[in-house]
């Protein structure tokens, strides 16, 4: 199967595949004339990369449990693939924590904002809503 029928059935784009490729996540065997050639083998891997990436993995992590993947049967990958998923939540929840904050922040000078006079001359230092305390 060549890249672009790889890609349709994979439902991602051709270029990400060259990418992944060019990461080294996924090898595509080359015909004579170099088209790629997306056996059934590079297909699952294709698939496997797409499914983990789904879950929000940097690609690093995904060379990582590729190299798994490649060397260790199934339950070491699942093993190896929950610790990941265990660190990708973490670092979701924490992120969502600072979130939730930068929204307070935004709520609040939306408020002071919307609470200021409309001046009639330029921005300047002394505007109310500069002088606010920083949260």
């Not at 996924?26 to 990369?49: E, I, S």
């Not at 307070?104 to 606010?132: E, I, K, M, T």
């Amino acid at each position: 199967m060549r890249i672009s029928e790889a890609a349709e059935q994979a439902g991602t784009s051709a270029s990400a595949l060259r990418y992944y490729e060019k990461v080294g996540l996924t090898r595509a065997p080359r015909t004579d004339a170099g088209y790629r050639v997306y056996d059934q083998a590079t297909q699952d891997r294709v698939a496997f990369v797409l499914t983990v990436k789904r879950l929000g993995l940097p690609l690093p992590r995904i060379r990582e449990l590729l190299a798994v993947w490649d060397a260790q049967p199934c339950r070491t990958v699942q093993a190896r693939l929950r610790d990941l998923i265990d660190e990708q939540l973490e670092d979701t929840r924490r992120r969502m924590t600072e979130l939730r904050a930068l929204e307070r922040q935004l709520l609040d000078g939306r408020a002071r904002l919307d609470g200021l006079p409309a001046r009639n001359r330029a921005c300047d230092p002394a505007c109310p809503f500069q002088q606010h305390p920083a949260a």
